[in-house]
C-alpha cells in the first residue's frame, strides 16, 4: 500500500517538475501544498484543473498517519539523493522504534510529554516517535535549512500531527521553556560560529568546536530538571580530540543512562555506524543508575536475538526502577 501510494506521488512530483523545469523537491513542496489545502482551492483559481484533480487522486485520506509519513519519507529520501550534505539524511524507522522502547520505559508514569527535536530535518524522527507514543504529546522541532523546515511542516500538517517548528539554526537560542524529552540525530562536524560557540561550557580555543558537542549542551539547557534526552552519536564522540570538555559536561549535568550500538546493517559502512546516547538531567530527586545499560542492539529481521536483547533491557529498567 505505501509502495503504490508513493509511487503515485513520485510520478505527480516527476511530472510537474518536467513541465516547470524545476527540481524534485521544491516540486515535491509545491504538490504537498496542495494536497494539503485542496478543500479550500476554489475551482475558479484554479489555472491547471488536470493537477488538481490527480493531487486529488493521492489519497493520503485513507492511509493511517504513520502510512502518511512514510510515503512522504520516501519522495523526500528520492529528492536528497543527489548533490546533498551528508546530514541531509534521514534518520532510519529502526532508530525511532527503539527510541519509542526507551521513551515508553522512562516516561511510562505520565499521560503527556513535551518533546523537542534540536536538530529535525524532514521531521521524520519526531513525527515517527510521535505516531508511536500512546500518549499526548506537546511536540517542536527546530531546522535551519528552509527546504527541510517546509517539508517538515507540510509532512506532519498531512499526518494531521501537531508540531510547532523554529526555523533558525539549533545552536542559537530558543523561545521555547525546558521540556520532558530531547531527542536529536546529532550532525556531526565542526560549528563555524565560534563567538556563539564562546558561550558553551564545550567550547574548545584551538579549533572550531564540534557542532555535536554544542547540540548536546544546548539540548540539556533546555530540559527539564530529571527530563531525558535521547541523542544518536557517532560511535567515535568520546574518543575525539575535543571529548574531555564533553566528558566534564556530562558528569556535572546528568547522569548516563544508557549506551546502546545500532544495528551495523542500517548503516553504509562500520565508519557511519552509530549508537543511542540516553541521559537523564540532573534534579533534586535523580540519582544515576548502578550501572549503565550498555547494550548492542540487533536488527529487527533478527526475531530471536530482538526477543532477547529487549527482555534483557525490560529487566534493567525494573532494577533500575525508572
Known sequence: MIEHHFKHLDQLVEEEANRIDGN???TLIDILNLKLIESDIKEEA??????????KQLEFETLKKDQVRKVIE???????????????????????????????????????????????????????????????ISAYGSEVDPTLIELSLL????QKNQVEFFHQDSIQPFLLDPVD????????????????????????????????????????KYTKE??????????????SDQAQKLHMLIHETAHVVALLQLPASIFK??????????LQKKGEKT?????????????????????????????????AGY
Open 46 to 55: 484554479i489555472e491547471d484543473k488536470t493537477l488538481i484533480d490527480k493531487v
Open 269 to 278: 559502512s562500520e565508519q557511519n555506524a552509530k549508537s543511542l546516547f540516553v
Open 74 to 136: 520516501l519522495a523526500i529520501l528520492k529528492g536528497l539523493k543527489d548533490g546533498v550534505q551528508s546530514q541531509h539524511l534521514i534518520t532510519p524507522d529502526t532508530i525511532a522504534s527503539y527510541m519509542v522502547y526507551i521513551i515508553e520505559k522512562v516516561f511510562h508514569r505520565q499521560k503527556e510529554i513535551r518533546i523537542f527535536d534540536l536538530v529535525s530535518g524532514s521531521g521524520n524522527l519526531l513525527t515517527a516517535v510521535m505516531n508511536q507514543l500512546n500518549m499526548s
Open 24 to 26: 524534485y523537491l521544491d
Open 181 to 220: 524529552l530531547v531527542i536529536a540525530d546529532l550532525p556531526v562536524g565542526y560549528y563555524p560560529d565560534d563567538e556563539r560557540a564562546k558561550s558553551f561550557k564545550v567550547h574548545v580555543d584551538h579549533n572550531h568546536t564540534y557542532a555535536h558537542h554544542l547540540l548536546i549542551e544546548q539540548g540539556l
Open 226 to 239: 530529571a527530563g531525558f534526552l535521547i541523542f544518536v552519536i557517532p560511535n567515535s564522540l568520546f574518543s
Open 287 to 319: 540519582t544515576a543508575p548502578k550501572e549503565v545499560l550498555l547494550a548492542q542492539l540487533p536488527s529487527f529481521k533478527d526475531i530471536k536475538a530482538t526477543e532477547n536483547i529487549v527482555n534483557k533491557m525490560n529487566h534493567w529498567f525494573d532494577q
Open 155 to 158: 509532512s506532519a500538517s498531512l
